[in-house]
Nanobody, 123 residues
Framework: QVQLVESGGGLVQAGGSLRLSCAAS????????MGWFRQAPGKEQEFVAA????????YYADSVKGRFTIYRDNAKNTVYLQMNSLKPEDTAVYYC????????????????WGQGTQVTVSS
């Protein structure tokens, strides 16, 4: 039902910034909680950030808090992840996801996923 397409990934130097976008199709975006996850090679997929349907509540992994900001533009059916002060350990494929179940930090709470966009932070 929901299709998600990430964009904005790329190569950036440590300390730099990058903004990821996730464009969603469908008529229910404005009432759908959204999240970002990431997965580095050989690592488990981990939670990065989430945002409630109205944008009134946000949640962040400790590793990115203070550096990353999640926000959304419901008029554009798009959720963003602004990443500042990037570190090499932020290197991963980043996925946006639409939440359908209880919880914010659990992968199992999300049932629609984008294709992912690669973020590489050089040292």
């Amino acid at each position: 039902q929901v299709q998600l397409v990430e964009s904005g990934g790329g190569l950036v130097q440590a300390g730099g910034s990058l903004r990821l976008s996730c464009a969603a199709s469908g008529r229910t975006f404005s009432r759908t909680d959204m999240g970002w996850f990431r997965q580095a090679p050989g690592k488990e997929q981990e939670f990065v950030a989430a945002i409630s349907r109205s944008g009134g509540s946000t949640y962040y992994a400790d590793s990115v808090k203070g550096r990353f900001t999640i926000y959304r533009d419901n008029a554009k059916n798009t959720v963003y992840l602004q990443m500042n002060s990037l570190k090499p350990e932020d290197t991963a494929v980043y996925y946006c996801a639409a939440k359908s179940s209880w919880g914010w930090y659990e992968k199992s709470a999300y049932d629609y996923w984008g294709q992912g966009t690669q973020v590489t932070v050089s040292s």
